[in-house]
């Protein structure tokens, strides 16, 4: 592959030599020159740079995107995260991640454009790699509808979270059909957290009421069902209006099927899991004490067969986006444990941490484990975050005129993971001494070399606010709809309104 572009008489900032390169879609050996920021070259035998980076040995990829992670923000439960962008950012770099996609979070009584410029002064003083923003939405009202969401989208935050479940957050299928209509309309992706508010606080009831209150019956009240149901009114609503949806962190074997069946049928519907799903059982919830809340998230973990349905769900692209899904949470009074040893499994804040480490446990499992391919390790990990969120051709890929986001992993390299090898604030990981094969060695964001020899050389602050362009499938939806196609619902409407009758 020889794709140079370069100038040939301007020294390149840096450049890459000898690595093995892979996208989503090739592996090569080549040498990357960047300039300004930007991949100015790929070729063998480039020029040296006023830096030279000898990759040979290595395995040269984009730096990863993290579209899923909770950073400086108010949970569902009304509890504040341990991570600030600084820390978060810090510990997403370590970990191979050069780009993350976190949440200004909406609480009800809140005017999202005041929780939009709260967030991006957070970030934009303290973050150390390049960052956008979903925006969580607890209030679908007709100043968000009208006015505050078209703004917002056209700010570049074109992608929505909404729950199903948590009673700060939920919003009804009423509701969710004004979310997606909107969505559809003015081009973001819908996020759902699918889960039933009501078979869970039901079950729960009759738990707590029991005096079963430990750790472990947060798996029982979150019922595998209780996803199954809500990931298939999710999908029927998307699909009644003919808008693009994602379902996030998908945990059971039996919502992967209910995703594939629906993509069958042609529904653009996607779909999300995470670390803890392919890691973690329902099992590392049943520990002594309380130490269950370290691993208790919403869905939680569930079985082997459930894992197994997961990486089936990655390999055959039922499910498309890998995301950490960091809920930062400390072992103490401000996170998992509200009320000390009396705290019950519905006071536990949810979420597991996991921005460090969700890239090299992939590639230890999956790549190194001879599960997927380098490419899908790739596609999972970056491009396809990138294609969803609007991020490309900027984010997620080596390629001319791309960001120089690049992690260089020594394949050969073991590690035994331990929390104080970890860079986040949260004083414990739900992996703590397993051992991982491969590790971001050297990481390059926009071209500065951020991460080498085990420290961060990145300012706070220098990380870049990234407006995000139309979402891939909201993309072929405004295409289809310009076509004349449209939902059957809308085919029924449209007919009706010619005919009264
Ligand atoms: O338990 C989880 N997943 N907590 C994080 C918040 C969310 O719903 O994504
Ligand atoms: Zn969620
Ligand atoms: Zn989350």
């Known amino acids: ?206 738990l707590l009421d029991a005096g079963r209150v430990a750790p472990k019956y947060h798996r029982v009240a979150h019922d595998p069902l209780a996803e199954t149901e809500a990931t298939q009114r999710a999908i029927a609503l998307s699909r009644l209006i003919d808008v693009p949806a994602l379902i996030v962190h998908v945990a059971g074997a039996e919502t992967v099927q209910v995703l594939r069946d629906a993509r069958a049928l042609g529904a653009s519907v996607h779909a999300e899991s995470c670390p803890q799903y392919l890691f973690l059982t329902a099992d590392d919830l049943d520990k002594p004490g309380l130490e269950g809340a370290k691993f208790c998230c919403s869905p939680p973990p569930r079985d082997a067969a459930s894992q197994q349905a997961v990486w089936d769900g990655f390999k055959d692209g039922t499910l498309s986006v890998y995301s950490s899904d960091h809920a930062p949470y400390r072992y103490d009074q401000s996170g998992k444990l509200p009320y000390g040893d009396a705290t019950t499994f519905k006071d536990m804040a949810n979420g597991v941490p996991g921005i460090e480490l969700r890239m090299p446990l992939l590639f230890s499992e999956g790549v190194m484990g001879g599960r997927i391919t380098i490419e899908e390790f790739v596609a999972l990990t970056a491009t396809n975050h990138a294609r969803l969120y609007g991020l490309l051709p900027r984010k997620g890929t080596i390629a001319i005129g791309a960001d120089a986001d690049i992690a260089l992993w020594n394949p050969g390299r073991e590690v035994q993971v331990s929390t104080a090898m970890l860079h986040d604030n949260v004083g414990y990981t739900p992996y703590e001494g397993r051992t991982v094969r491969g590790w971001p060695e050297v990481v390059v964001s926009r071209g500065r070399v951020i991460v080498e020899d085990g420290r961060m050389h990145a300012e706070r602050g220098s990380g870049q606010y990234l407006p995000r362009g139309i979402p891939e499938p909201l993309a072929a939806h405004a295409r289809r709809a310009a076509d004349g196609a449209s939902s059957p619902f809308f085919k029924r409407l449209k007919g009706m309104q010619k005919d009264p009758e």
């Open 1 to 206: 592959m020889n794709t140079s572009v370069a100038d040939p008489a301007a020294p390149f900032d840096l450049t890459v030599r000898g690595g093995r390169i892979s996208t989503a879609t090739e592996t090569f050996t080549a040498d990357i020159g960047v300039r300004g920021g930007v991949i100015a070259a790929i070729a063998p035998g480039l020029p040296a740079g006023l830096r030279d980076i000898n990759a040979t040995g290595r395995w040269v990829l984009p730096g990863g995107i993290d579209s899923h992670c909770h950073v400086e923000q108010l949970s569902g439960m009304g509890v504040m995260c341990a991570d600030d962008f600084h820390s978060a950012t810090v510990s997403a770099a370590f970990g191979g991640t050069t780009t993350i996609i976190p949440f200004a979070a909406q609480h009800r009584g809140m005017a999202i454009p005041k929780v939009v410029a709260d967030y991006a002064a957070l970030a934009r003083e303290k973050a150390v790699i390049d960052y956008g923003f979903h925006l969580i939405l607890a209030n679908p009202d007709d100043q968000a509808l009208k006015q505050d969401l078209p703004q917002a989208i056209r700010d570049g935050i074109t992608s929505l979270k909404v729950y199903m479940t948590y009673d700060r957050l939920k919003l009804d299928d009423y509701q969710l059909l004004d979310v997606l209509k909107l969505a559809g309309e003015e081009g973001a992706l819908v996020m759902i957290h699918a889960e039933n508010h009501d078979m869970i606080r039901w079950i729960a009831r009759r």
